[in-house]
């Protein structure tokens, strides 16, 4: 029973240090680090991890002009783990930081921040709410992945509690 116990102990004491974004099921995403959970359109449900501790949710191939035929995919990862250098930033250094850097505000609550960076070849979001928490979401600039992400950001969820904006 001690045993027993201790291994549930132990396993809850991992996942809650556990910085990867992780899939719940369902066709759901979360990360109990960042504080979120979203959903993952229909197309876009064969989720797996990857090496770098995110979550890969592949969509359904599509032919790209001079690419050929290719797999669409959306990669979510952790904010601090793709802008580590961000973790002590405001709100407002963060905004005006990236958007010197060809991303632009999508949207802005009390908690979090959203935005967007689009290159010709790569369409990527960026959700945050202080302190290194969030998420990034990366994929091949194509209609049917930023739709995709679109629809993960519709239904995006910050677990109360999780805001950690540096006043």
């Given at each position: ?36 959970e ?21 969509g359904?191939p ?5 690419r050929?035929?290719?797999?669409q ?15 002590k ?5 963060i905004?005006?930081?990236?958007q ?33 928490k ?32 540096k006043?």
């Amino acid at each position: 029973m001690r045993k027993t116990l201790l291994a549930i102990t132990l396993l809850i004491a991992w996942t809650s240090l556990s910085r990867a974004v992780s899939r719940v099921g369902g066709g759901k995403i979360s990360s109990l680090s960042s504080g979120f959970e979203m959903i993952v359109p229909q197309n876009f449900t064969n989720l797996f991890p990857t090496r770098t501790e995110s979550v890969r949710a592949e969509g359904p191939p599509v032919y790209v002009y001079g690419r050929g035929v290719t797999t669409q995919f959306v990669d979510i990862t952790e904010f601090q783990d793709e802008f580590s250098d961000f973790i002590k930033y405001s709100a407002l250094e963060i905004r005006e930081r990236l958007q010197q850097s060809n991303w632009r505000l999508v949207s802005e609550s009390d908690c979090a921040i959203i935005m967007k960076n689009n290159d010709p070849k790569i369409v990527a979001y960026i959700g945050t709410w202080g302190a290194g928490k969030g998420f990034v979401l990366k994929g091949l600039n194509l209609p049917d992945v930023d739709q995709a992400m679109i629809g993960m950001l519709g239904s995006l969820r910050v677990t109360p509690g999780s805001c950690a904006w540096k006043q």
